[in-house]
């Protein structure tokens, strides 16, 4: 596996109210096509049978996470079209599509109560008490991949984007152990899919892959 930059721009995080204004030339107000080609081209270099991003939200009202999402949805159905941007490379059609489902309720309060319980202030409190429940949400996790072997890779990874993220922040606040303990998988929802994963309803996957009988030769 390989990092590719496709050269934009970050967007920042604009805050106050009303929000300023983005910065000129940012990613979130480039021309989507062009960006959507340079995905294509990724994924018709790369072949991924699965690919995974930010849901239509942006997992939360980032500017740049959302039009990720759009970036994401219209190579995955771009990249297999041969009438689609025909000097991107072959086509190549992706199989699955997943949302990242970091953000929601049961994972949350289910950190939020393994912290008290240890005598560790939540960053989650505020968090909570203002959610919202949406009837659309109860049925967005599909997916529930075990990798709390792995936190400690993922943490690590984030924290390299030092101009992105503060190591002593909220995202960073609870604690490994407690993680492992109290919610120790990545958590998706299925939102494409051209293969019969073979999931009985009502259970969750536990594997990105399943359905795909394909195997890539290395």
């Not at 920042?12 to 940012?26: A, K, R």
Request: proline share 8%; with cysteine.
């Amino acid at each position: 596996m390989r990092q590719v930059f496709l050269g934009f721009v970050d967007s920042g995080l604009p805050e106050g109210d009303p929000l300023p204004p983005l910065p000129e030339g940012c990613f979130a107000l480039g021309a989507l096509e062009e960006q959507v080609e340079a995905l294509v081209r990724v994924v018709r270099r790369e072949r991924p049978h699965v690919m995974t991003t930010y849901d239509e939200n942006g997992g939360y009202p980032h500017p740049d996470h959302i039009r990720c999402h759009q970036v994401s949805v219209g190579a995955f159905e771009a990249a297999g079209d041969p009438d689609r941007f025909p000097d991107a490379g072959e086509p190549w059609q992706p199989l699955k599509l997943y949302y990242n489902l970091t953000f929601h309720k049961a994972r949350l309060l289910a950190l939020h109560e393994a912290m008290l319980e240890r005598e560790i202030e939540s960053p989650y409190a505020e968090w909570l008490e203002s959610w919202v429940d949406r009837p659309e949400d109860a049925a967005r996790l599909t997916t529930s991949v075990r990798c709390d072997e792995f936190f400690a890779v993922r943490d690590s990874a984030l924290i390299a984007h030092a101009t992105q993220v503060d190591p002593n922040g909220r995202w960073f606040a609870c604690p490994l152990d407690v993680q492992r303990a109290a919610w120790p998988t990545e958590d998706f929802q299925l939102a494409r899919s051209l293969v019969d994963t073979g999931t009985p309803d009502g259970e969750l996957e536990d594997d990105l892959f399943a359905g795909v009988r394909e195997r890539v030769l290395q």
